[in-house]
């Protein structure tokens, strides 16, 4: 079975804290592709990253950073000094090439909602 | 076009109505997805097409929903005898492939059944 969880529903920060949000997956695959986007009021979904299985690189980009660890089977997304903008609901996703029986297509998670306060 | 456009943006209909849903995918994205978000919920996932066919059509949630995709671009969800549980925000996206590529969203449609 395929799953993605992200536990924390809610994150509520002040203003130029570090925030981290956190996504564990479950799959049978060893080839496999994760997702973070991103949700803002405005409701448009906005991808922010995406990592495969093979590369366990840490990525940073500005003030975001992801940290894959596959033996915890998380992908978990850091906010460093964070802002009022970065507020939205941030989800993870999952998936999984084609095979037999695969419907190939995003799992997500429930999503993390983060308010940022000034 | 340069994004994913969806249409109508607002959608207030009344218990019992059809309702049709347009999605218009980024040129040449052969993968089309359509997802539900209810009220503070997440994605749920409903359908997806490669090219014009729908191999997975089991996150339908009754057979009031249907879809259709012609041409490889344009896709319509269409909602039979509407019910207020049917009230969400319908999200479309698409990506060049299924596989490993990012899925660019819509604005979706926002469905209000009363």
């Known amino acids: 079975a395929q799953k993605v969880t992200q536990a924390q529903t809610e994150i509520s920060v002040v203003e130029k804290e570090d925030v981290t949000l956190d996504c564990v997956y479950e799959t049978r695959d060893t080839t496999y592709y994760l997702f973070w986007y991103k949700q803002p009021p405005s409701g448009e979904l906005v991808f922010l990253i995406r990592?495969?299985?093979?590369d366990e690189q840490n990525e940073i980009s500005g003030r975001y950073s992801w940290n894959f660890q596959k033996s915890t089977s998380s992908f978990n997304f850091t906010i460093t000094a964070s802002q009022v903008v970065d507020s939205a609901v941030y989800f993870c996703a999952l998936i999984t090439p084609l095979r037999a029986g695969n419907n190939r297509k995003l799992i997500w998670g429930l999503g993390t909602s983060l308010a940022v306060n000034p | 076009g340069a994004g994913v456009s969806q249409s109508p943006s607002n959608k207030v209909t009344e218990k019992g109505k059809d309702v049709e849903l347009r999605c218009d995918p980024i040129?040449?994205?052969?993968?089309l997805y359509w997802y539900r978000q209810s009220l503070g919920q997440g994605l749920e996932f409903l359908i997806y097409?490669?090219?014009?066919?729908?191999?997975?059509k089991s996150g339908l949630p009754s057979d009031r929903f249907s879809a259709e995709r012609t041409g490889g671009s344009v896709s319509t969800l269409t909602i039979q005898r509407t019910q207020q549980e049917d009230s969400a925000v319908y999200l479309c996206?698409?990506?060049?492939?299924?596989?490993?590529?990012?899925?660019?969203f819509g604005q979706g449609t926002r469905l209000t059944v009363v």
């Open positions: 040129s040449g994205h052969t993968a």
């Open positions: 990592r495969n299985s093979f």
């Open positions: 097409f490669q090219g014009n066919s729908a191999p997975d």
């Open positions: 996206a698409s990506s060049l492939w299924l596989e490993n590529t990012e899925a660019f």
